[in-house]
């Protein structure tokens, strides 16, 4: 059975490694770029956000320096737009702050008996594309999330708090009443 890693798996560093774009396609790193998994960025009543009817703010904030996959960020989103347009439809406005630019690539190792002679090691160790992360600073705004009222801002703090599990890191969620 095929799992999944966590990004940190392919990356020991927060920095990018080297990956090379040539203009002969045979000299490139990386053969080609996956596609996002991520199918909407903003979500909700975008119309009342941008004419100013919302005065709440919520923010879910991450705490630490990390990579975090494509598919746990759609993961999240799923699962507070589900809850949210059950509780509280139509009286919110969602926006995916993090966008999953960073290629993770992965050198398929061999496994079992006779597997020491027929692997090269690190000699070409840029591997194939399997997915892409975003690249999280510590204190960096994963989700914002506009509304009015307490019972909208209950609902919200209970979805993001639902979803905290499905995210890789330490996340703080803030409140801010805008005047």
Do not use: W
Request: hydrophobic residues 35%; glycine residues 6%; proline residues 3%.
């Amino acid at each position: 059975m095929a799992t999944l890693r966590k990004a940190g798996a392919y990356s020991k560093k927060y920095a990018r490694p080297y990956t090379r774009v040539s203009k002969k396609k045979s000299k490139n790193f990386i053969k080609t770029v996956p596609a996002s998994k991520i199918t909407k960025f903003n979500m909700g009543n975008i119309q009342a956000y941008q004419s100013g009817k919302y005065n709440i703010i919520i923010r879910a904030i991450c705490k630490e320096q990390i990579q975090i996959r494509d598919n746990s960020i759609e993961a999240a989103r799923q699962g507070i737009t589900r809850a949210l347009e059950k509780s509280v439809p139509n009286q919110f406005y969602f926006e995916i702050k993090v966008h999953p630019h960073h290629i993770i690539r992965e050198n398929k190792m061999l496994t079992g008996a006779g597997s020491d002679r027929m692997q090269t090691g690190m000699q070409h160790s840029f591997g194939k594309t399997i997915g892409r992360a975003a690249m999280v600073k510590a204190n960096q705004e994963l989700f914002f999330l506009a509304t009015t009222g307490d019972k909208q801002v209950r609902a919200i703090r209970a979805a993001v708090t639902a979803v905290k599990a499905r995210l890789p890191c330490k996340t703080q969620i803030v409140t801010e009443k805008i005047n």
